[in-house]
């Protein structure tokens, strides 16, 4: 069964940063891709970054890029979101997700994602920043 648990979320300040964590588990951790993306109340799901565990290869949504770093540890079968200089705009739940086929820049076409273009996903981590 493919399981992907999220953790590290919490309150910060602004400013500050965070670690988030997906631990994955009930399938070939390199041979998949693995998202972040985030969901703040009464809006759609933002991609964020991916990973394409077979080689490493990084992609960050445009509006993504600079404060959110995407890192794996193929050992530990965890993929890791560094966030910097945490805004109060970025208060949301984060939610990691799994994919067989590679990822790519295309996997942020749109602003938000449909659930249902990556087949598992976490339940999520709540980072909430205040200002």
């Known amino acids: 069964e493919v399981q992907l648990v999220e953790s590290g979320g919490g309150l910060v300040q602004a400013g500050g940063s965070l670690r988030l964590s997906c631990a994955a588990s009930?399938?070939?951790?390199?041979?998949?891709?693995i998202g972040w993306f985030r969901q703040a109340p009464g809006k759609g799901r933002e991609g964020i970054s991916c990973i394409w565990n077979s080689d490493g290869t990084t992609y960050y949504a445009d509006s993504m890029k600079g404060r959110f770093t995407i890192a794996s540890d193929n050992a530990k079968k965890t993929v890791y979101l560094q966030i910097d200089s945490l805004k109060p705009e970025d208060t949301a739940v984060y939610y990691c997700?799994?994919?067989?086929?590679?990822?790519?820049?295309?996997?942020?076409?749109?602003?938000?994602?449909?659930?249902?273009?990556?087949?598992?996903w976490g339940q999520g981590t709540q980072v909430l920043v205040s200002s």
């Open positions: 009930g399938f070939n951790f390199d041979d998949y891709s």
């Open positions: 997700a799994a994919d067989w086929a590679p990822c790519g820049q295309g996997s942020f076409r749109t602003p938000t994602v449909r659930i249902s273009s990556w087949p598992y």
